[in-house]
């Protein structure tokens, strides 16, 4: 069973501009969960997608937004960037909410 | 939200067995306790999950006493390859409005 994909791998934006992230969940589940990571702050949950409604949220600004597809496919997208949005973004996906989460290899994002 | 307490960093000679405790004096009736290994730049990968005494996969144990406010994940016999950050994190399996929350995590060092 192929693992948690996101694309791209690798991306370097200017402040100000925005971004949209990618991510396609293992076959077969429904719940996607995104993170930031920072060396300072750790592993953040940005929010959580179930059968393409939000259910959880965490404490980000309201820059940060998603969705989920139909084919439980999620994105994520930054407006107005900042120097500080400069992290690891990852994706996890389980087949139910609050199960145990299959993590992809994460998006890392640069903002000069 | 149940909070946990893990040491900052812990070191190991190859070949013998540690132990990762964590403290969740808060944890809630219906909350598990799930382990996750992560990498450098890479997505942190499901270790083990348990809910109460004793539970083994083929990677590790994870020991919760009779009043679950700590849980021990156990790695047999370390290499040089488990040298990675680990995270302890306590929620329901149905987490509706309370997401998973990583916590600083505890940095294994393996020394050959």
């Known amino acids: 069973k192929a693992g948690v994909t996101q694309t791209p791998r690798y991306l370097i934006k200017t402040r100000g501009q925005q971004v949209t992230l990618s991510c396609s969940p293992i076959?077969?589940?429904?719940?996607v969960s995104w993170y930031q990571q920072t060396p300072g702050q750790g592993l953040q949950f940005l929010f959580e997608?179930?059968?393409?409604?939000?259910?959880n949220k965490g404490n980000f600004p309201g820059r940060f937004s998603g969705r989920q597809f139909s084919n439980s496919r999620s994105e994520m997208n930054v407006s107005t960037l900042e120097l500080g949005d400069s992290a690891l973004y990852l994706c996890?996906?389980?087949?139910?909410?609050?199960?145990?989460?299959?993590f992809g290899p994460g998006t890392r994002l640069t903002v000069t | 939200l149940a909070k946990t307490t893990q040491p900052i960093s812990m070191d190991s000679y190859e070949g013998q067995e540690v132990n990762i405790t964590c403290s969740h004096n808060?944890?809630?009736?219906?909350?598990?306790i799930t382990w996750y290994q992560q990498f450098p730049s890479q997505g942190p990968r499901f270790i083990i999950q348990g809910y109460k005494t004793k539970v083994t996969n083929e990677v590790a144990s994870l020991f919760i006493p009779a009043d679950r406010k700590s849980s021990t994940l156990s790695l047999p016999r370390v290499s040089l390859s488990d040298t990675a950050v680990y995270y302890c994190l306590v929620g329901s399996r149905n987490s509706g409005n309370t997401p998973l929350v990583f916590g600083k995590g505890t940095r294994l060092s393996v020394i050959a």
């Open positions: 997608y179930f059968s393409e409604t939000q259910r």
């Open positions: 996890a996906s389980s087949s139910y909410q609050g199960g145990e989460q299959y």
């Open positions: 076959s077969g589940h429904r719940s």
């Open positions: 808060n944890i809630a009736t219906n909350d598990y």
